[in-house]
Nanobody
Framework: QVQLAESGGGSVLPGESLTLSCAVS????????MGWFRQAPGKEREFVGS????????YYPDSVRGRFTIFKDNGKNTVYLQMSSLEPEDTAVYYC??????????????????WGQGTQVTVSS
């Protein structure tokens, strides 16, 4: 079992930045990859980035590339989603997820085995 605990959500003004955290615990072996997704009201869950646990290579979709950065702190077993130049369209519940089985595309929610509870991000003036 893997437990994921997100934190760092909140309300910000357009153009501001916010960093979300995802603390990983509970499993003796490391995940293959960690992903971040978001879901706005009435919309499907959307992939916003991932990072492979061992080589720490990130991957971003075009919608957030250049504004979002994913990195990890090995000492804290924590993965971060740093978001900048936030727009109202970024308003959503943000989730982190852990992939523990290899060979699955990181951009699909179905590839992940464990999910956090989500944290709300609201961008509004």
């Amino acid at each position: 079992q893997v437990q994921l605990a997100e934190s760092g959500g909140g309300s910000v003004l357009p153009g501001e930045s916010l960093t979300l955290s995802c603390a990983v615990s509970g499993r003796t072996s490391s995940p293959i990859a960690m992903g971040w997704f978001r879901q706005a009201p009435g919309k499907e869950r959307e992939f916003v980035g991932s990072i492979f646990w061992v080589n720490e290579i990130p991957y971003y979709p075009d919608s957030v590339r250049g504004r979002f950065t994913i990195f990890k702190d090995n000492g804290k077993n924590t993965v971060y989603l740093q978001m900048s130049s936030l727009e109202p369209e970024d308003t959503a519940v943000y989730y982190c997820a852990a992939q523990t089985r290899a060979g699955r595309p990181v951009r699909y929610a179905e590839s992940y085995d464990y999910w956090g509870q989500g944290t709300q991000v609201t961008v509004s003036s």
